[in-house]
């Protein structure tokens, strides 16, 4: 299965994303953080146990097939990218920035609307596609190394390493800043990732010519190489450690990049939307409520931190 940053990385991105706010912004969300958090891994249910074909698409852009490396030579809008090319172009092709956009309008007519409910669902899993958008694998054909004899790349990258070694990462990104150009940001976030995703990919094939073959994945008793629940290789601790410091903090980095785009995306659409008031959407005792816990979790953040709750481990068990 492949699914960009697994639950620990959506979990900790949109978690963390939630402390780059303004304050007119940030009690708001912490009121249901716990919402936002968990439902960071809404879309890949929506296109892995829900088999919705719609989905998939959303989640990756394999710029080999566009053959451009600039979004000023494809459509600028969505419904103008279904009107150039076919349903089996975009299925190869993917669709993440345009859905992005797509996205960010809606949670500014949500902002407009001061629909509650809205607000926080959109939001929530804007930032899903935006930490797709982070991950290089979702912007190129050979998205699980499968084309250079890699394959599980994918899920060793975004979910093994990140469980592995997340714990030592920094989470705090700095407070959200106003985007003035969403299409420019956006195909930056995309292309950035597109350079570093044949970097993953070399530095992995060099580090196995180096790396004793039979230590290179985790095995069991009858030497078979060990699978994860979604029948992904497990690769060795040894391995993932000499794989994760020759990346020389790719994995972190990128994480650190989702958090602050997303946040600043948020704070972009609010401003958009005429920074409405959010608190009293909120029962005035759930805010109270939550204070002390708030004021804790900020200043855990503050220090690069985050805590109180637990993904679900997909490699690490």
Do not use: C
């Amino acid at each position: 299965m492949v699914m960009a940053w697994g639950n620990w990385g959506h979990q900790h991105i949109n978690h963390a994303a939630v402390f780059a706010l303004p304050e007119e912004m940030r009690p708001f969300f912490y009121n249901h953080i716990d919402f936002i958090t968990e439902e960071s891994v809404a879309p890949d249910l929506r296109k892995y146990t829900l088999y919705d074909r719609a989905e998939g698409p959303r989640h990756y852009i394999n710029l080999e097939v566009f053959g451009v490396n600039s979004m000023d030579s494809l459509p600028s809008d969505m419904k103008e990218l279904k009107a150039k090319y076919s349903d089996s172009i975009l299925q190869k092709a993917g669709s993440l920035p345009w859905y992005i956009l797509q996205m960010e309008d809606k949670l500014v007519k949500a902002f407009k609307a001061r629909r509650k409910t809205e607000i926080i669902f959109v939001a929530a899993n804007l930032a899903h596609y935006l930490g797709d958008a982070t991950m290089p694998l979702h912007t190129t054909v050979n998205h699980d190394g499968q084309l250079t004899n890699q394959k599980g790349i994918h899920a060793f990258f975004e979910g093994q390493l990140p469980e592995l070694f997340g714990k030592t990462y920094n989470f705090n990104t700095g407070n959200a800043q106003y985007i003035s150009d969403l299409p420019k940001a956006t195909w930056q976030v995309i292309q950035s990732s597109f350079e570093l995703s044949g970097q993953l990919l070399s530095i992995d094939r060099k580090l196995k010519e180096s790396f004793p073959k039979e230590k290179i994945y985790k095995t069991d008793s009858n030497n078979n190489i060990v699978k994860n629940k979604f029948n992904d290789p497990v690769h060795s601790y040894e391995y993932a450690k000499a794989y994760h410091e020759a990346l020389h903090g790719m994995v972190e980095k990128q994480i650190r990049e989702a958090i602050r785009i997303t946040a600043d995306f948020w704070y972009t659409a609010w401003v958009n939307a005429g920074k409405p008031n959010l608190i009293d959407l909120d029962p005035k005792e759930l805010t109270k409520r939550n204070k002390a816990n708030y004021i804790q979790d900020w200043k855990l953040w503050k220090l690069g931190r985050i805590g109180g709750f637990m993904s679900e481990q997909e490699f690490n068990q």
